[in-house]
């Protein structure tokens, strides 16, 4: 059985290293647009995320590569990714698990969790202590057409709802086809997307399967 690990590359980055085995995704593929939202105070706290210092997009270098294969293959059909989280620190994770005990704090549910008590996000399963976003090879992503316009897809990044499950049946047409021609395109290169998020995708197998990272997102955590 594998033990989980919590690793902390804060004392090897004030060193001037970077951390092993991840890159920018800018990196490897500038052509995929990147929408950080922890990095801005647009996500569900209302508020920039602990551990997010720059609006990058992180990942394992072999998530990343097979992002950019998933992307050639877009951009020849007329559409393009774009990322909302890629590589998540556990002092995020935890900021969240904080947040979901903060029973005042809910000036962003209209938006974001409308039909969801607050108490029930993490009983519910939409907030969990741990993420595989911090193992470094999941990414939340949607498609946009080219040259501009994100594609519908039914519900919003982070739409705590049943409605945001990639086969809910109550999302029909336009949008029901845009959810599956996100599955099918990633999972041609080793995806696996969450049921009961149609953003999330893990590419498999995981580069760090059993270990969660903590250092800070930011570009000079992977350059050295």
Request: proline share 8%.
């Amino acid at each position: 059985m594998r033990i989980p690990v919590v690793v902390s590359f804060l004392a090897v980055l004030a060193g001037g290293a970077s951390a092993p085995g991840f890159v920018a995704l800018s990196d490897v593929d500038p052509s995929i647009r990147q929408d950080m939202r922890y990095a801005t105070a647009d996500n569900f706290t209302g508020r920039v995320v602990d551990g997010y210092e720059e609006p990058v997009c992180l990942l394992a270098r072999p998530a990343a590569e097979a992002l950019r294969r998933a992307q050639r293959r877009l951009l020849r059909r007329g559409y393009t990714l774009k990322v909302y989280d890629c590589y998540r620190p556990q002092r995020a994770v935890d900021r969240f698990v904080r947040w979901a005990g903060e029973p005042d704090d809910r000036q962003r549910k209209a938006e974001f969790y409308p039909g969801v008590d607050k108490d029930r996000l993490i009983p519910d399963g939409y907030i969990a202590a741990k993420s595989g976003h911090s193992r470094g090879s999941t990414v939340d992503v949607t498609l946009a057409e080219l040259p501009g316009r994100d594609l519908d897809m039914g519900t919003a990044f982070d739409f705590f709802d049943p409605l945001s499950h990639t086969d809910s049946p109550g999302i029909a047409g336009a949008a029901r086809a845009h959810r599956g021609l996100l599955k099918q395109a990633l999972a041609e290169e080793g995806f696996v997307n969450l049921p009961e998020e149609w953003w999330h995708f893990t590419f498999e197998p995981e580069e760090f399967p059993a270990t969660y990272f903590d250092f800070p997102v930011a570009v000079a955590s992977v350059r050295p």
